[in-house]
């Protein structure tokens, strides 16, 4: 299963903490992350094997709704800042949007992310 794994600047700490305490799960064999560059760097230097696309606001939100249009990224988790503004706001929306169009579980914080993280476990 690809998941994808976003964060806005002032959320990349947070999920990071997020794959950390879910490593165990996280790390299957049968998980593989994407991720916007930045985002994918700090994943990576956890110990998190990722695909890294282009940073957020120069294409990354938008590479990664191409993947989940053709039906290659199955979740998507990413934390939003909601209390800053971001210049690329337009290409997250996007992302919102092709989640909702083809039916991909999105996951805008840690509470909704840990949910979905759970319904993994479950299928296990």
């Given at each position: 299963m690809e998941i994808a794994i976003i964060a806005h600047d002032g959320k990349k700490d947070d999920l990071v903490k997020f794959l950390i305490k879910n490593r165990q799960l996280l790390q299957q064999e049968k998980i593989e992350f994407i991720a916007t560059g930045t985002t994918g760097g700090r994943a990576e230097a956890e110990g998190f094997k990722t695909r890294r696309m282009l940073s957020g606001p120069l294409g990354g939100d938008a590479q990664i709704a191409g993947r989940v249009a053709?039906?290659?990224?199955?979740?998507?988790?990413?934390?939003?800042?909601?209390?800053?503004?971001?210049?690329?706001?337009?290409?997250?929306?996007?992302?919102?949007?092709?989640?909702?169009?083809?039916?991909?579980?999105?996951?805008?914080?840690?509470?909704?992310?840990?949910?979905?993280?759970?319904?993994?476990?479950?299928?296990?």
């Open positions: 053709e039906g290659k990224t199955k979740m998507v988790l990413f934390f939003k800042d909601p209390l800053s503004s971001h210049p690329h706001e337009s290409d997250v929306n996007m992302l919102i949007r092709v989640c909702d169009v083809h039916n991909v579980p999105l996951a805008t914080n840690e509470a909704t992310a840990q949910l979905l993280i759970n319904a993994i476990a479950l299928q296990s």
